[in-house]
């Protein structure tokens, strides 16, 4: 079913157009041949969250001239590639753990470290993901290493997860998501749903591995202690 709700510019250059649809739309761009202005497309949240329809809004603006598209490919590479890559150096940061204490990365200098960054406490894929770090949590020992938690959630939030689920490891609030921009995580689904991203820090701070899976929470404890036995 496709419901347009058209406007009446009050602009000879300005047009709009509302369209909704029952399942994610396609992005797409026209242009009129001989236009002087050029289409901007964006996707807006127009119903309740429990809707299946999604916005989308399709408006003119004029413009002398075409948008710039003098960007180097290297700009258009750090917009959708993680920003701490393999090979290199993590960047510290200190965070409020469950219990309120501020803990540095630097901490755990001298032994590897795998540091996962996942959307909230108490989410079904969340909780898959902590109680398998949990129950895995001897193999990480044994390898020598360190497992860190992060997500947006207050540490008050942090401790009350961590005791429900009985979580030996550390988990730190970053409130504000400044370190997961700083970090350069990717989020998923149009930008709404937090990237679930997990790092592989070796004993000198060097990042060795990236593994991004934000449906299949098992494979980052999979994927990072097959790492760990190489190292």
Request: glycine content about 6%; charged content about 20%.
């Amino acid at each position: 079913m496709l419901i347009l709700y058209p406007s009446a510019p009050s602009n000879p250059t300005m047009a709009s157009l509302t369209v909704l649809t029952p399942s994610p739309p396609t992005l797409f761009r026209t242009t009129t041949p001989n236009s002087p202005y050029y289409p901007t497309l964006s996707i807006l949240r127009y119903a309740p969250s429990n809707s299946q329809f999604c916005g989308l809004k399709l408006s003119h603006a004029s413009s002398s001239s075409p948008p710039s598209t003098n960007r180097s490919s290297s700009s258009i590479k750090r917009s959708i590639f993680a920003k701490v890559d393999k090979g290199s150096k993590a960047p510290s940061f200190t965070l409020k753990d469950q219990d309120g204490n501020s803990v540095s990365l630097d901490k755990f200098k001298g032994k590897p470290v795998v540091v996962y960054f996942y959307p909230a406490d108490e989410s079904p894929s969340c909780t898959k993901e902590a109680c398998a770090f949990r129950d895995s949590y001897e193999k990480f020992k044994k390898a020598g290493a360190e497992v860190v938690g992060i997500s947006s959630d207050n540490p008050s939030s942090h401790k009350a997860f961590a005791k429900k689920y009985r979580l030996p490891f550390t988990l730190l609030s970053d409130e504000g998501n400044k370190v997961r921009k700083e970090w350069g995580i990717p989020s998923d689904l149009f930008g709404t749903l937090p990237g679930r991203q997990t790092y592989v820090i070796d004993k000198g701070g060097v990042v060795q591995l990236v593994y991004n899976n934000q449906f299949q929470p098992e494979k980052h404890i999979d994927e990072t202690l097959k790492l760990l036995q190489t190292l």
